[in-house]
């Protein structure tokens, strides 16, 4: 039904107790009450005897019913919200309602409206539509469920005013960032003096953390990029100082074979400049008839006294 009035008259400065219409009413006290218990993560609607959980409406935005919803056993540190549980057999009932951090998204946003005559209201979560109502299993959890049709009892909630709640820290809500969905920001509900110095420490507190929080990250993003650095740096130098030694080392051998060239070539060089040497004894044939004819003629030798001196003999022979 989407023809029912916002529930605008709950008191942002009230407890309420919760229970449903299938187990409580209003001829006597609430014998149950919606609270979140240490078994797991859901919420029950469980008996209330001993059991202290409240909650606060404190009303979030321009339209009318929409609130946050909080529970006196968790503060302002949770809110009311809802949680997708893929293990539950039957699909539509895997999405429960469960307390979350508060971080002012959606999920944590409520439309309350009322059912009518009998005071009674029904309760949709902003994020998971109209087509989702507030539900409760029997002795089971509490869930949104697409099954509206006809008259559901345990779609009915009661409230009762249990007490005042009296804190500032109560009057602030949470609302999304529109730079970043990871740091709720607070906006005061209230007007008084004490609920804007609540908001306004809470406020300062916030963006101390997130400037801690920044400084300690590029922090620790320069530690790791000056290592980085000096690791590249120190291995580039060494290969430079290879490289350079071994171009060195080559240079200098170079240099030492080039002497030896140029020696040797030298050295062949006045080999082929130097004269023929020429032996003291002339080659058989040597030398030519002219040459013979030219030259001096031999000295003449006295010949030993102790020879008699021959004569010739004076005869001719002619050649026949």
């Not at 699909?91 to 005559?117: I, P």
């Not at 804190?167 to 509900?189: G, I, N, W």
């Not at 916030?206 to 801690?212: N, Q, R």
């Amino acid at each position: 039904m989407s023809d029912l009035k916002p529930a605008t008259k709950i008191d942002p400065n009230v407890w309420y107790q919760l229970t449903e219409a299938a187990v409580d009413d209003y001829q006597g006290d609430f014998v149950s009450s919606l609270q979140p218990v240490a078994q797991d993560d859901d919420l029950h609607v469980w008996p209330a005897k001993g059991i202290n959980a409240f909650w606060q409406f404190q009303p979030i935005g321009d339209k009318p019913g929409r609130y946050a919803i909080r529970c006196s056993k968790t503060t302002t540190q949770k809110q009311l919200s809802v949680c997708y549980r893929p293990d539950v057999k039957v699909e539509n009932r895997r999405t429960h309602a469960c307390l979350l951090d508060s971080d002012g998204t959606d999920a944590q946003h409520w439309d309350v409206a009322s059912w009518g005559a009998n005071d009674t209201y029904r309760l949709i979560n902003v994020k998971n539509g109209t087509d989702y109502y507030l539900d409760c299993v029997p002795n089971g959890p509490v869930f949104l469920s697409p099954n509206h049709e006809g008259y559901q009892s345990r779609q009915h909630w009661l409230m009762t005013s249990v007490k005042d709640v009296d804190d500032a820290a109560y009057s602030t809500v949470f609302s999304e960032d529109s730079s970043s969905t990871s740091h709720p920001m607070t906006t005061s509900a209230s007007t008084s003096e004490s609920t804007a110095s609540g908001s306004e420490t809470y406020t300062s507190g916030t963006s101390e953390a997130e400037s801690s929080s920044a400084d300690s990250s590029n922090n620790k993003g320069l530690s790791s990029g000056a290592i980085a650095g000096i690791s590249i740096g120190a291995t580039l130098a060494v290969v430079a100082l290879a490289l350079l030694a071994f171009f060195l080392w080559r240079r200098k051998k170079r240099n030492d074979q080039t002497p030896n060239i140029v020696s040797s070539s030298e050295s062949n060089d006045e080999g082929n400049n130097l004269p023929m040497p020429v032996s003291p004894t002339p080659a058989y044939n040597s030398t030519r008839a002219s040459d013979k004819l030219d030259s001096d003629p031999p000295s003449i030798q006295e010949m030993l006294h102790e020879q008699a001196p021959i004569e010739l003999s004076a005869q001719r022979y002619e050649m026949g």
